[in-house]
């Protein structure tokens, strides 16, 4: 299977404390998710994200509704956590969120790795479309993060 990343980095002009704190909250997700897929968290076994937290959401891909499990894998506070999907649309999907003070505010990083299901034909959906959504979901986050938090 290929395994393919995703990488952005973001400058925000706030502190790490508010910063992780807005992150730590499943609820605060559907804020920064694009309304295209109709993001819905349907359960999370805690209000705030801790190491073995599962957040289960539905989200709307193509019109066709889909499950997300995830669980909370890596939990530093202040620092870094990362979710990893039990259930989805993925055949593997890790996301890590990097947390770092710097001059001018906090610089967050998102690294996902994943792969896609169905091989070769895994590979064309992602030539053809999947990259591209991911980074528009992606693009749409930044600036909503920069809205509510600070550019």
Not at 11 to 37: M, R, Y
Not at 38 to 44: E, G, L, M, R
Not at 57 to 83: H, N
Request: with cysteine; aromatic share 14%.
């Amino acid at each position: 299977m290929t395994r393919y990343l995703l990488e952005r980095t973001q400058l925000i002009s706030s502190n790490v404390v508010t910063v992780f704190g807005f992150f730590q909250s499943p609820h605060n997700l559907k804020h920064i998710t694009p309304p295209w897929l109709n993001f819905t968290v349907k359960s999370a076994t805690a209000d705030i994200v801790e190491r073995g937290t599962r957040i289960c959401y539905t989200i709307r891909w193509f019109g066709l509704p889909m499950r997300w499990e995830s669980l909370i894998a890596r939990y530093d506070k202040g620092v870094a956590f990362a979710d990893e999907m039990l259930q989805g649309p993925y055949r593997y999907w890790y996301h890590t969120h990097e947390f770092k003070a710097v001059p001018g505010g906090v610089e967050m990083t998102d690294r996902v790795e994943y792969e896609l299901p169905l091989g070769w034909l895994g590979r064309i959906a992602h030539a053809v479309m999947i990259r591209r959504q991911l980074e528009a979901i992606f693009d749409f986050r930044a600036r909503e993060i920069a809205r509510i938090l600070g550019r």
